[in-house]
């Protein structure tokens, strides 16, 4: 009888184990599976999670009526920017690498869980237009299937799996008592978006990229067989055109991924530049008979492709077809920054770059004439920015139309401190001449940012009341004497920090350097200080920094 107690208290422990784990998991179920998050008691980082764990149950239980998907092309999409301009609340699922009879199939759960879907925009890779319409990738990893299907039985994969309970349910549990803990979610801007999650990536051609590249070797032209044309007709009515003709009340927004111009000199080396073409025209001329879809590629603007500055720059090892142990060295050069990604929103917004029935053969004839009579030998002199984010300033204005702004020239409400402005100076310019140190010791603990927004900075401060769409500060800095050094400060209207951009004096030379300080994430006022002082009274007698060229874009 005591034998048959202890197995019966054994058993009982073991299912109250079982029961609590599995209502852990349910109740914070962090990749959706069971139910929407719960932002009110978590925060769901969603980093350190594989995109193809967390879509299906963004895809079936949040709420939303658009939905941006498609491989990594379609990673640095804001869904911020996609409610603003269509007037709509998106989600963003993209499937790094999938196929499109992968995207299609989520396209289509999407749609049959939630009816409220109106509008769909869609990335498609030119270089997966000729693939089986049946072709899954296996090399991605295990397929989270289990997370997929309708089989309760098989959610033990999920309910039970360790890093699931430990990683992600115990530390979201834990994270709750931390002091400044905030419940939430990461947000469709910031998920999967490589440019902004700062993932180490860098952008333009650098010279060791630069030195092996060979653009006088010019292939064999192939062009698009007959059997390849079926293949292809077979792909894209399978998983591009049936579903726009099931679901004609919703709206199909698709685009051609525009890799950059070194995408192209391959394709040129080994011949096939033209069958790449006649692969976009002949799936264009299949997409364009179904009303419910507008088509857009963008991948015939050379200000775009050539400019390398647009694309990350990433040498990947790709294992060898023939040999698996050896790995091939091969350049991503089709990655575009995020910058890009809006672009390609506002020209559908507006409808620019529409592929149509009237002008779609002129459009491809056209690229490819520009693409074979690119002289690539340019490439040699073409700037590789230090500062990646340069671009993206650039490009703010061809995306929501706003004139950069000249802080110092146009002297708007700048509060000098220990500064002067100098006329005549950088290319003719104005210049913010600072000279002194901040006025704490060395072993003061107030820090040298309090002295800073506390108004004792050395330098200037200029107070926007409405940045509009502005989104980045960019300036020219340069340490004349002492140890003179910038740091730069931008506070909200609450004069709460928005970002800081800073250099120590050990760091930089007597040469002007380029600094760039990202505000995307604020609207209306802020206040921005720019000190160029020493950060404390140690500095010694002759410190001098100047500003220049301060360009709000």
Known sequence: MRIQRYLIAWFLIIIVGLGSIIGM???????????????????????????????????????YDAMITGTSMTENFKTSEVDELFNVNSIKVPFAGATYYEINNNIRTALKYNPKLKLVIRGLDVSMIDEDADKLRIDLGEYPTYLYDNNPFNDVNYIFNKDIIFERVYKMIKDRSEKDFKPGIVSFDDYSNWTKNNYGYSYGLNSEHLSKLDFDKIGTPIFLTEEEKEVIKDNITKNVTDIADEYSEVSFYYFYTPYSILTYLGYISDGSIYKNIEKMEYATELILEHKNIKL???????????????????????????????????????????WINSYILQCMYKDEYRLTEENYKDVFAKQLSDILEFDFHSLYNQENYKNDYYMAALYNRKIWGVEPID?????????????????????????????????????????PEDVIVGDNYIGAKITLNNIGKHKYIVFYGKKVEGLGQPTVIVLDDKKQKINEVSASCNDIGNDWEQYIVDISQQNGEITIYFNGGYIDDAGGLYTEYIFSDIILY
């Not at 009110?40 to 709420?63: A, C, M, P, V, W």
């Not at 110092?408 to 950088?426: M, P, W």
């Open 25 to 63: 998991v349910y109740y914070v179920d962090p990749l959706f599976h069971y139910h929407k998050p719960r932002e009110d008691k978590f925060f769901y980082s969603l980093e350190g999670t594989h995109q193809r764990e967390l879509n299906d149950g963004i895809i079936k239980h949040f709420d």
């Open 296 to 338: 857009y590629s963008l991948c015939g603007d050379m200000s775009i492709i050539t400019d390398i500055n647009n694309y990350r720059e990433e040498m990947l090892n790709i294992p060898n077809p023939d040999n698996p142990k050896v790995s091939d060295e091969f350049w991503d050069t089709s990655h575009y920054g995020e």
């Open 407 to 447: 802080l110092i020239e146009n002297n708007n409400g700048i509060e000098l401190k220990n500064a002067e402005i100098v006329s005549d100076q950088k290319d003719g310019k104005k210049i913010i001449k600072c000279i002194g140190n901040l006025p704490r010791s060395y072993d003061s603990i107030i820090t």
